[in-house]
Nanobody
């Protein structure tokens, strides 16, 4: 069973930065596309970013493009989300996800980490 564990969430002021990490285990990491999603209170979970198997191709939601950067370290089985210029509307639980294919309908999910941006 694939295991994904997020870390790095917390409370930050608007305009600040946070870096989320996701540690993946029980999978052949290089065969999985990795992604980040988020879910704000009262809203549906939404796509944030994804990175392909080798890390050379990325894709972002319009709402975070230019502020967030997804990356992966295949030697460490980790994926990161660097979040800059944070806004109160970025407040959500952030989830790490994994799938074999280049998709936004991911198969495996972590438990999530809370990010709160104060105004």
């Amino acid at each position: 069973q694939v295991q994904l564990v997020e870390s790095g969430g917390g409370l930050v002021q608007a305009g600040g930065s946070l870096r989320l990490s996701c540690t993946a285990s029980r999978l052949t990491f290089t065969t999985y596309v990795m992604g980040w999603f988020r879910q704000a209170p009262g809203k549906e979970r939404e796509f944030v970013a994804r990175v392909n198997w080798g890390g050379g191709s990325t894709d972002y939601a319009h709402s975070v493009a230019g502020r967030f950067t997804i990356s992966r370290d295949n030697a460490k089985n980790m994926v990161y989300l660097q979040m800059n210029s944070l806004k109160p509307e970025d407040t959500a639980v952030y989830y790490c996800a994994a799938d074999k294919s280049w998709t936004t309908r991911f198969m495996y999910w972590g438990q999530g980490t809370q990010v709160t941006v104060s105004s």
